[in-house]
């Protein structure tokens, strides 16, 4: 990821706002909770942060925002935002970034915390909040609005978060802010939220042990230790996830050497699926599906009998295209043998010849009655085809291509996917660089669809919550 002087203008600006509010904080500040619960936070927020997972677009994903919002709540949000930036400087420089990554990490870090405190002592909100309190007899009314406020603090938290996660992001990526945030925080917001109940039931703990024994840092291990155990599993079950996005992306490309014509054809195929129904506003899980269908929507011509009808530079016969029109349902039978891939992506696959009029093949189905995907996929295999380079003719112009889409649309593409692909910068400037140049990856998630995530670049160091 490179450094560009817009992004070191926007690491400047995320740093001065952090130094700005903190400086108020400081004039407002609660007092001192003293050297060892500070250290104790820092600590425990450090080590949780090391179990960090990589998020899908240029980011990391961490849990600490939990210890960062539970010092926000017990301390203020001036000693919150020290806690927040000290674990994230030092969690930096364990793992070895550069300072201008440092600085952003704390910066925004102890910024997220410092706006979101304001905002909740702003709604009316207290400190600590009256459902902290241990001794005595607490008003119905103040619990309601604490309780309350707090999922606005939580909001404003992580809004803060994400915009300077996704901000840098966009800049250093040259994306556009609209893509990396649907990628990185879109599907993770009702998470996020929900999460953050751990920061009250922390908070509550500390308290707790510090009344009752003055030993509140034990609170902070029995709200820890389940927390690190859990994301080392998840690490674990993360890696599982790339591991077998490698080995599909190695058994298509090894299919496609067959056709040095065609060489990358279904990544690139998978990568302009994405972009495709990312614009058209999919649901995350939608996206992931749209993009696996798209990757093995030509794995069936691994099978034998298509191998001289690739190698094959003349035109094809009429039986020669009717044997090569059944690799789509040769394709679905091979994605079908993977149960997670039943239904949705394999009938995807199936389909993804049919055209909009019902002239297509295998079963000519027409409009809606084609998968949403097989839409998506028929128009980037016919973008890729028409923007790469083959025997009789060099690739075409974005002019071209587009004037292309538009003569078919109706006829043999969904006329709302073309809409979304020509009025698409993102889609627009991915056929002009070319899909293969594109910094964004293939990406396949071969888990329960129900529980998989978007992803985009792996090569980065930009920690935040939603990023």
């Not at 849990?63 to 935002?81: I, K, N, R």
């Not at 587009?402 to 003569?407: M, R």
């Amino acid at each position: 990821m490179r450094t560009t002087s817009k992004t070191t203008l926007f690491i400047t600006v995320v740093a001065l706002v952090a130094l700005a509010m903190g400086a108020l904080a400081w004039i407002n500040r609660q007092p001192s909770p003293g050297i060892w619960p500070i250290l104790s936070f820092v600590f425990m927020a450090f080590l949780v942060d090391q179990s960090s997972t990589r998020a899908k677009v240029a980011a990391r994903g961490s849990t600490s925002f939990v210890m960062h919002m539970a010092a926000g709540l017990l301390f203020g949000g001036f000693w919150g935002a020290v806690i927040a930036a000290s674990s994230s400087a030092i969690g930096q420089l364990a793992i070895g970034n550069r300072p201008s990554k440092i600085i952003f990490n704390a910066s925004q870090r102890a910024a997220s915390v410092l706006i979101a405190v304001l905002a909740y002592r702003l709604l009316g909100g207290g400190l600590p909040p009256a459902y902290m309190q241990i001794v005595g007899t607490v008003e119905s009314a103040a619990l309601q609005r604490d309780f309350f406020l707090f999922f606005a603090y939580a909001t404003t938290y992580f809004f803060v978060n994400s915009m300077a996660v996704n901000g840098v992001v966009a800049l250093s990526a040259e994306r556009s802010f609209r893509d990396v945030w649907s990628l990185n925080t879109r599907a993770l917001i009702g998470y996020d939220l929900g999460a953050s109940a751990i920061a009250l039931l922390l908070a509550w703990l500390y308290t707790w042990f510090q009344a009752t024994w003055d030993v509140g840092s034990i609170g902070l291990v029995l709200v820890v230790i389940p927390i690190v155990a859990v994301r080392h599993v998840y690490g674990l079950y993360h890696q599982l996830q790339e591991s077998g996005q490698e080995l599909l992306q190695v058994m298509v490309k090894a299919i496609e050497a067959r056709d040095p014509y065609t060489s990358g054809h279904s990544l690139r195929v998978s990568k302009l699926s994405r972009l495709i129904a990312l614009e058209m506003g999919l649901q995350i899980r939608d996206v992931e599906q749209v993009h696996t269908a798209a990757l093995l929507h030509d794995v069936g011509k691994i099978h034998e009998e298509f191998a001289p009808l690739l190698r094959k530079e003349d035109r094809l016969t009429t039986d020669e295209t009717a044997l090569m029109q059944t690799h789509s349902a040769r394709s679905a039978e091979l994605v079908g043998i993977i149960s997670n891939f039943r239904g949705f992506i394999q009938e995807s696959v199936r389909h993804h010849h049919e055209r909009w009029d019902g002239k297509g093949y295998p079963a000519g189905l027409s409009g809606h009655e084609i998968p949403l995907a097989s839409r998506v996929i028929l128009v980037a295999d016919t973008i890729d085809a028409m923007t790469t380079d083959r025997p009789y003719r060099k690739r075409l112009p974005l002019d071209v291509v587009i004037a292309e889409l538009k003569k078919c649309s109706g006829g043999q593409f969904d006329p709302e996917v073309v809409e979304h692909v020509v009025g698409s910068v993102a889609v627009r400037r991915l056929i002009t660089v070319g899909v293969e140049s594109s910094p964004m990856p293939a990406t396949v998630v071969v888990s329960d669809p129900r529980t998989s995530r978007s992803g985009w670049a792996k090569k980065s160091f930009w920690k935040g919550r939603s990023a």
